[in-house]
């Protein structure tokens, strides 16, 4: 289906609904909406919420923190997209003229994974660390199947929280950890496919669907390959691997306990900088609320570069008013087959 209205077609009017504490505020609030704001990030870091509304007569009242807000969005005369629930952080009022900004972030990040814990996994599939961490906090564990079953012979959680240990590891095996509708997520990174290991969808994007675009190449062959050290006990001596090639590598900083950590931190490291090379930023005409992180995409009628590479949606705005519904969204390359 077409971004655009066809000739002669109305152009379509944003539409939103918007509850609080299970009340529904929308359409209540239309006159007062001067701006909505979501921001959907991958991985461990919450989404957010941000409404500012009109307060000229003194009518709203302030929510408390904590507070719940379900939003759904999309076009009238069409079924909204339902983009989840979020928790009152912040709440300010100024003037004049007045206005009310309310600051929510998602949810099931709003607590963070919180409590440090020190724990040794010792002879433990990456599975079973995503599962045990998702029943700490009543959450189903959802592991991309290529992860699932990677052996760890050590690794220690050492006065961390969860949300940290699992930044640590998402890093290491290059993949994502982020809590979505109840589920922890544990999935590759840069592929475009779900922790079953289902492919999303792509996308085509055409020069006429974008308001404004930017796009940015970075020389990825500054390095060659990375290398990363790992000790060995039987030597009594530190050791190598590399992944890519020897020429100009980027050298890890951490002495590994085994050869397979340094090798996974080094191939994550290596496809981490091969995605690293290009980045394309894109605000759309008319907003794409459906989109979401991690969605492939293909863009036609930029320049040949940008146009034969493969991207992938790292980060999304949309930005809501009475008159308009907008979508940003933000690029890099898609990891490539013989990136593995």
Request: net charge negative; no cysteine; glycine share 8%.
């Amino acid at each position: 289906m077409s971004l655009f209205s066809e000739p002669g077609r109305p152009a379509r009017t944003p539409d939103y609904r918007l509850t609080l504490a299970g009340q529904r505020i929308s359409p209540q609030l239309g006159a007062r909406l001067q701006r909505l704001r979501l921001t959907d990030r991958r991985g461990l870091e919450a989404d957010q919420l941000d409404l500012t509304l009109e307060d000229h007569d003194g009518r709203l009242a302030l929510p408390p923190r904590g507070a719940e807000l379900h939003l759904a969005m999309g076009w009238k005369g069409e079924p909204l997209v339902d983009r989840g629930t979020y928790i009152v952080d912040e709440v300010e009022h100024s003037g004049a003229p007045d206005v009310l900004t309310i600051r929510a972030r998602s949810a099931d990040m709003r607590q963070g994974l919180p409590g440090k814990r020190t724990q040794s996994w010792d002879d433990i599939a990456l599975g079973d660390i995503i599962a045990t961490i998702a029943e700490r906090h009543d959450l189903e564990p959802k592991t991309g199947q290529h992860l699932q079953g990677i052996y760890l012979e050590h690794i220690d959680q050492t006065e961390e929280s969860d949300l940290h240990f699992l930044t640590r590891l998402a890093e290491r095996y290059d993949a994502i950890a982020t809590v979505k509708a109840g589920r922890l997520l544990f999935i590759p990174e840069g592929t475009g496919t779900t922790a079953g290991g289902t492919e999303i969808p792509p996308i085509r994007l055409t020069r006429q669907a974008g308001d404004r675009h930017r796009y940015s190449v970075t020389d990825r062959d500054a390095y060659t390959g990375v290398v990363a050290e790992w000790h060995d006990p039987d030597a009594a001596e530190p050791r190598e691997v590399i992944a890519g090639s020897a020429g100009e590598p980027k050298r890890l900083r951490p002495t590994y306990a085994t050869e397979a950590d340094a090798l996974a931190a080094a191939e994550s490291e290596w496809q981490r900088l091969q995605r690293g090379g290009a980045a394309f930023t894109l605000d759309l005409a008319e907003g794409r609320p459906e989109l979401n992180p991690e969605t492939p995409v293909t863009l036609a009628g930029w320049k040949r570069e940008i146009d034969a590479t493969a991207w992938l949606i790292t980060e999304i705005g949309h930005e809501l008013s009475d008159s308009a519904l907008t979508s940003s969204l933000q690029m890099e390359l898609a990891s490539r087959p013989d990136a593995d």
